[in-house]
């Protein structure tokens, strides 16, 4: 046994001898077979095809790419041994030592991803470039002397694929990528280390080209940006939608909502003066306000939102944030989870200096509840009614005593659980009685006497006055039977809707009608004092505060605020537009931008004074716009096919041009300012020759091959070139200079600097995209002029701040919030002083001062060009 076992030891080690000198030299022959591979790809220059939109890739070996889940980022890895450092190169040695490109291989490169989602670290399988139009050997089109090409062509496929197949087990991440399946229909592509990088939007796939300039993606930025925003200014006011919108606070700013935001506005100059002042802004909220109420000492406020979604879809509740107006912090959060659907109504009890909090919600039952503003605690509730509620308030005589009005209602509730326990059984209704008056379809607002009557304000623009009967007054108990409220006296006051009732500190009220707009006095007994019209384009009355001595503040229906009395007259201090935004630009010179949208409004604004400079009515939806390079005539695209230049110190229309029947989605002008392209929705750029002045434009061509409408575009430097996005995700560049001609060799462009980058879609910003997004998150972005920074609106509500490049997979971002819709647009000023955003339907506008490292400093930044090197 023993001399069995000795010769069988021995031979172990002479086979695993023998094994390794097989496979030293098997490494040899493949080190040979590489670089005869190298060779022929160099040599066979082969016609490009791209399947992601018309662009060359140069074509080496590659191994399989790495797929991660949702909005998929796909980093490749190199078979081909390089000289150049570890990690991403760019590409084989000939193109690193500057060497023309080679062609060859379809853009997508070698075929090896799926075109769909795939589980994270998922390897997926590596095929041979799929159908490279080779003629087929039988083919009438080949001709005997393209036979040797072809087959040298299909022989260079094959070693590409044997290479892969004979890469180390760490490349593939210890998995053959041979045997992992891809799934059923889906197309698989391979991609070239330091050539390109891979994302996916909705299972589609976008292939975007590395910079030469860029040795490896761990050179670029990872991290926050240095810079960070500060809500400066918000334009605008929500008086077209809302009531309880207006209050006056003891230390004499004017509270006021829009979007997510609580406004603190201190006026400048005197009473119908300029507007100008200041503006903090309390952002607790997570949705729109919708209604306000001041406590009674003047400082605490409490505000109503919304409810809505969060970015998963998930329903977010409905809450009532209770606040300090002086230092701006939450105090108390009430009715987290008991709200359905919103906050409709709210008011503070004031005989009892504001103990408890009255609430109405916006659920079918219109939920009435009673809390406890110090702990919080619910002490009441009760259905309401399934009428609309609009106003809601304690008689400031008796807090037991609570007033509901709305549609065709008026309600009078008795409290009769003070501080009691909780219960629903505390909260006694009884219904106002019209008797031989018309009941009118609304009761929008109403105000206490101060002898315990109550005037209302109806949709037929009557001023009812309400009492209790003698009788009434006399029933023991909590009400009884017979205890009715009916109308004792009615004025028709207005043509048409009340909107609003004020009861002065002299005694006399202040109404604001509908339809005529006009702002009435009232004395003792209703008899009318002195009135006053409200412009047309400001709207009807929404809302009435009392400032100091006799200033009056009025919320308009057109989101205004205006400032003034009944003597002089109003004037705007506040302004904003009715519908939802879609078109901004800035100044390229000048610290004031334009907006435009759904209501039709063209609106110039001062940045520094805070103010609108000028309107005009569009007569149709205005949706893209963008300033001539001298500042002296706007281009506006409209939703028609229009689009309009004017001149920006005149506003006159200098001119009006038509182009298809579609909506117009982006205007840009070239940098040097000789061309104008208008992107529109009939998948067509369209070009135009420009004047030196901007008045004067001629049709240049037209840039044809999107198969989609077009979303974004932008110029190069030297205002040769555009780069375009689509709405089925393409990345197109064009010649314009050339005669408007599709880049086919999108590698190419990959080193082309951009005067402005506002498309989406790119190397440089691919990692602004968040997983799992459908290609729709993301609704503008913008560079900042110093190239430091890039802002990205999304459909969130939320504004993100990016370092620039944002060329990594998941960067992380700084995140503001404040708007209560999703957010269409984003532009810096001419300075990078501020950002500008745009809320969609909230119809806001926010100006954010940019703080922090080098905020508004120009310096040099990172080059992606060839000849330098990333400095970050």
Known sequence: MDGAAGPGAGAAPEALR????????????????????????????????????????????????????????????????????????????????????????????????????????????????????????????????????????????????????????????GKDPLCSPGGPGSRRSNYNLGISVKMFLRGRPITMYIPSGVRSLEELPSGLPPETLGLDWVYGYRGRDSRSNLFVLRSGEVVYFIACVVVLYRPGGGPGGPGGGSQRHYRGHSDCVRCLAVHPDGVRVASGQTAGVDKDGKPLQPVVHVWDSETLLKLQEIGLGAFERGVGALAFSLADQGAFLCVVDDSNEHMLSVWDCSRGTKLAEIKSTNDSVLAVGFSPRDSSCIVTSGKSHVHFWNWSGGTGAPGNNTLARKQGVFGKYKKPKFIPCFVFLPDGDILTGDSEGNILTWGRSLSDSKMPGRGGAKETYGIVAQAHAHEGSIFALCLRRDGTLLSGGGRDRRLVQWGPGLVALQETEIPEHFGAVRAIAEGPG????????????????????????????????????????????????????????????????????????????????????????????????????????????TDGNEQLSVVRYSPDGLYLAIGSHDNTIYIYSVSSDGAKSSRFGRCVGHSSFITHLDWSKDGNFIMSNSGDYEILYWHVAGGCKLLRNRYESRDRE??????????????????????????????????????????????????????????????????????????????????????GKDASIFQWRVLGAGAATPSRTPSLSPASSLDV
């Open 18 to 173: 023998a094994l390794s000198r097989r496979l030293r030299a098997q490494e040899e022959e493949m080190e040979l077979v590489k670089a005869a591979l190298a060779e022929a790809l160099r040599l066979l220059r082969l016609r490009p095809l791209d399947r992601d939109g018309g662009g060359d890739s140069p074509a080496v070996p590659c191994s399989p790419a790495l797929v991660s889940r949702g909005t998929q980022t796909e980093m490749q890895e190199d078979a081909v041994p390089s000289l150049g450092p570890a990690g991403l190169s760019n590409g084989p040695p000939g193109l690193q030592a500057g060497r023309e490109a080679p062609g060859g291989l379809p853009s997508e490169g070698c075929s090896g991803g799926t075109g769909g989602p795939g589980p994270p670290g998922v390897l997926w399988a590596a095929q041979p470039p799929a159908h490279v139009d080779t003629p087929r050997r039988n083919s009438s089109s080949s001709s005997p002397s393209e036979w040797p090409r072809q087959k040298l062509s299909r022989k260079a496929v094959s070693s590409a694929n044997l290479l892969l197949r004979c890469g180390s087990t760490e490349s593939r991440g």
């Open 550 to 657: 006799a200033e009056l503040l009025v919320g308009t229906t057109k989101n205004a605020l205006l400032r003034g009395d009944l003597a002089q007259g109003f004037s705007a201090v506040i302004q904003g537009h009715t519908d939802e935004l879609w078109g901004l630009c800035t100044h390229p010179a000048q610290s004031c931008f334009l907006t435009c949208g759904h209501d039709r409004q063209l609106c110039l604004w001062d940045g520094e004074g805070h103010a609108l400079a000028w309107s005009l009515d569009l007569k149709e939806t205005g949706l893209c716009a963008d300033f001539h390079p001298s500042g002296a005539v706007v281009a506006v695209g409209l939703n028609t096919g229009r689009w309009l230049v004017l001149d920006t110190e005149t506003r006159e229309i200098v001119s009006d041009v």
């Open 754 to 839: 951009w005067a402005t980058y506002t498309c989406v879609l790119g190397f440089h910003v691919y990692g602004v995209w968040p997983d799992g997004s459908d290609g729709t998150d993301i609704n503008s972005l913008c560079r900042s002029h110093n190239e430091r920074v890039v802002a990205v609106a999304d459909d969130f509500c939320k504004v993100h701040l990016f370092q620039y490049p944002c060329a990594r997979a998941k960067a992380p971002s700084r995140v503001f919030a404040g708007h209560g819709s999703h957010v269409t647009s984003v532009r810096f000023t001419h300075d990078d002083a501020y950002l500008v955003s745009l809320g």
